[in-house]
């Protein structure tokens, strides 16, 4: 297939599918900038959802496609990745049973940045080198990936209208 195809905005790196989670962990450190640099709650609303609705899909990427793709590389080290996740998760639950103007919400959510921002640090400084040192064939690995995300981003749009019949 011609690379070039795939150079658009929002096309997936197929071949490299490590540079879509970059891409995701790079949106998640702006965001938080925003998040941070504002005074405006609105502002900080605004950010954190976008954080959250984040999290939430490259969560599911790497633990639905991702961590069992490349299990093999280093299988304690993606154990340790997905207790993470998990970890996340309960405090990403109990921000659900919470509105985010909520004061203790903004307590949780730090701490869900805190957590995130250190995750994304250790899979880019002690994972993607020894995946990179592996020299798998990424292309099926990001063939499915591809195809998750396609699939979530539908399954968003179908919970949004229906979100918004209501
Ligand atoms: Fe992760
Ligand atoms: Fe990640």
């Known amino acids: 297939m011609d690379s070039t195809m795939n150079e658009g905005n929002n096309s997936f790196p197929v071949d490299r599918p490590v540079e879509a989670l970059l891409r995701d962990h790079q949106m998640v450190r702006t965001l938080v900038e925003s998040y941070r640099n504002t005074d405006s709650d609105q502002v900080k609303?605004?950010?954190?959802?976008?954080?959250?609705?984040?999290?939430?899909?490259h969560s599911l990427l790497e633990e639905g496609v991702f961590y069992p793709g490349v299990r093999d590389v280093n299988p304690e080290m993606?154990?340790?990745?997905?207790?993470?996740h998990q970890k996340t998760d309960e405090m990403l639950a109990e921000l659900k049973r919470i509105s985010l103007s909520d004061p203790q919400?903004?307590?949780?959510?730090?701490q869900v940045v805190e957590a995130t921002?250190?995750?994304?640090?250790?899979?880019?400084?002690?994972?993607?080198?020894?995946?990179?040192?592996?020299n798998m064939d990424m292309t099926p690995l990001g063939l499915q990936?591809?195809?998750?995300?396609?699939n979530l981003a539908?399954?968003?749009?179908?919970?949004?209208?229906?979100?918004?019949?209501r």
């Open 78 to 84: 993606i154990d340790h990745f997905e207790q993470e």
């Open 45 to 57: 609303i605004n950010a954190a959802e976008q954080i959250l609705m984040l999290l939430e899909t």
């Open 154 to 165: 539908h399954i968003q749009a179908q919970a949004n209208q229906q979100g918004a019949r």
């Open 145 to 150: 990936m591809q195809a998750h995300e396609a």
């Open 117 to 134: 921002l250190h995750h994304i640090e250790e899979e880019e400084n002690e994972f993607f080198p020894q995946l990179e040192q592996a």
């Open 105 to 110: 919400a903004f307590t949780i959510f730090e």
